[in-house]
């Protein structure tokens, strides 16, 4: 199935973080880093409809000497928006980094900082690259290379730990259980403690003793790293990751590849298993709806699969000329939003009814295979003279 999709120039502005507060606002982060290349680090507010159409509504510049907002992620309401935006290298070495930020949306437009705490230790070259919401919006996980935070809303009142193996690079929240995602193993940190309204004040969160699940075992005894961990929006019995497997010692680097992997929460066994490219996954993002996962690939390439399935459903060979840095459905579930390094975003309108024959094929599949289960017994017991 073919999807409407409209490339957008964003001149002096690569994107690397990106969310929606509402199905027609998008806020996009960016710029040219820490570094001295000339390119103005900013935030942007862009108005989005169904017709593809992307209009700058608002900009706000970050100090000079601050870092590009690196990862963001909007409040479940909808009324502010957190990013990881690295303070000037002096006051980082300082202990000076405030770079969890919080900012909000006026009614006529203009963001508005609302205020910061510091996460991260002194080192410049870390950064926040981690920031997810609880689905209830009570809590928020940041996270550098190493450094984990969990924080209360709106308060930022945060509990931490230092993760020692690996290197972090993604987390998720269900109601009761927040899973980091470092490159050798999985993290589960049990919020079950964790109190809501004003039972929350005073809480006292830890993150403690986490359970640890190793990397799966791959086909043909490939190795790799794990890059993304996601909930499925309506079953905390469904989770999402993906590995990108490490080259073995003397191949190509185009000899890459990535593997898509659903869980069964209970027990976390692997359920499925899919190969989704032969390059590294950049990016994933999963519909509110339930129904699509989206990615973007080190090649360049957009593509949706069933979120069931894991079926592909469409794809978008050349979205960018650099890979994607950010991925995002918006809250309907009717648009995706891509954006790269290479100045672009691009806007893609989901195909109504997509995955719909995938889904019913799957189903049906599944009714055959019973139905000739239980005339295999019922056959069985006819021979035996049992019936």
Partial sequence: MRA???????????????????????ILGGGGGASKTGIKNKLRLYHVDEYLTLKLAD??????????????????????????INSTEDKVKKGENLNCRVYGVSDDDKMEFVSSVGTLGKDPEDFQKVTVFSPDGAYLAVAGSNELSL?????????????DQGEIYDAAFSDNTLVVATTVNLLVYSLSGSKKGKEKEGTVLTLENPTIIDRPKLPGEETGTFRVAKYH??????????????????SKPSQRKAYLIRWDTDGWKVER?????????????????GKWIAYGS???????????????LLSILKSHEFPPTVLKFNPTSKLLVSGSADNTVRLIAIPEGLGDSSSWSYALAII??????????????LLRGKI
């Fill in 368 to 381: 055959v295979a019973l139905f000739l289960a239980l005339f295999a017994v019922a056959l069985q017991l």
């Fill in 233 to 250: 929006p309506h079953s905390s019995r469904v989770f999402y990751s993906v590995i990108n497997t490490t080259p073995a010692r003397g």
């Fill in 151 to 163: 924080l209360t809303v709106p308060e930022l009142v945060s509990t931490s730990a230092h993760i």
């Fill in 4 to 26: 409407r999709h409209t490339a957008h120039s964003t001149p002096g502005f690569p994107v690397y973080s990106a969310t929606f507060l509402s199905p027609g606002e998008l």
């Fill in 298 to 312: 080190s090649d360049c390439s957009v593509g949706l699969l069933d979120a069931f399935t894991l079926a592909p």
């Fill in 273 to 289: 298993m899919r190969k989704v490219g032969t390059k590294g996954l950049t990016v994933l993002d999963l519909s509110d709806n």
């Fill in 59 to 84: 900009e706000l510049e970050l100090d000079k000497g601050e870092d590009a907002p690196m990862s963001m992620a909007a409040h479940p309401t909808g009324s502010s928006f957190v990013c990881g």
